[in-house]
Each structure stands twice: as structure tokens, then as C-alpha cells.
């Protein structure tokens, strides 16, 4: 990957988190929990017209080890 795309996204994400703290601490908070394989995430959102778009996942353990490379590039 390239060097400079990476320093690009990992400003575009500290923006994000600028934007949306309560969010990002939120998803600091489901790791501390221990939200490993077999757990569910729900996830619903609100469309400016009202309509609502919902879905679910299980979590593999494809997903944790992600999550904990993913985490581990913040560092």
C-alpha cells in the first residue's frame, strides 16, 4: 500500500473521530468488552427521508483477528 494513501486515511480517521467522539469511543468500549466470535452486532440507520436500513452480523474469528490488526495500524 501505498505510504502516502495510508498517512491520508489515518488523518481522514482522526477527522472522523473529531467529528463523531461519542462514536469512536464506543467502538473503543465493544473491544475492551471482549467482543469476540459468536457475538452479534446490530446495526440500523436512519435515512434523511425516514427510511430505515438494518442488518446483523456474527462475529467470526476472521473478524476478531481484523479488528486486532486494524487496532494494532492505530498505534
Avoid at 467529528?19 to 459468536?38: N, Y
Wanted: proline share 4%; charged share 25%; aromatic share 6%.
Amino acid at each position: 500500500m501505498n505510504p502516502a494513501m495510508l498517512f491520508t486515511l489515518k488523518k481522514k480517521i482522526e477527522e472522523f473521530q473529531g467529528r463523531h467522539p461519542k462514536f469512536a469511543m464506543f467502538i473503543q468500549d465493544l473491544m475492551k468488552s471482549g467482543v469476540g466470535e459468536g457475538s452479534i452486532i446490530d446495526v440500523s440507520v436512519t435515512l434523511p427521508n425516514g427510511q430505515v436500513l438494518k442488518s446483523n452480523m456474527k462475529v467470526s474469528a476472521e473478524d476478531v483477528e481484523l479488528i486486532k490488526d486494524l487496532g494494532s495500524m492505530n498505534k
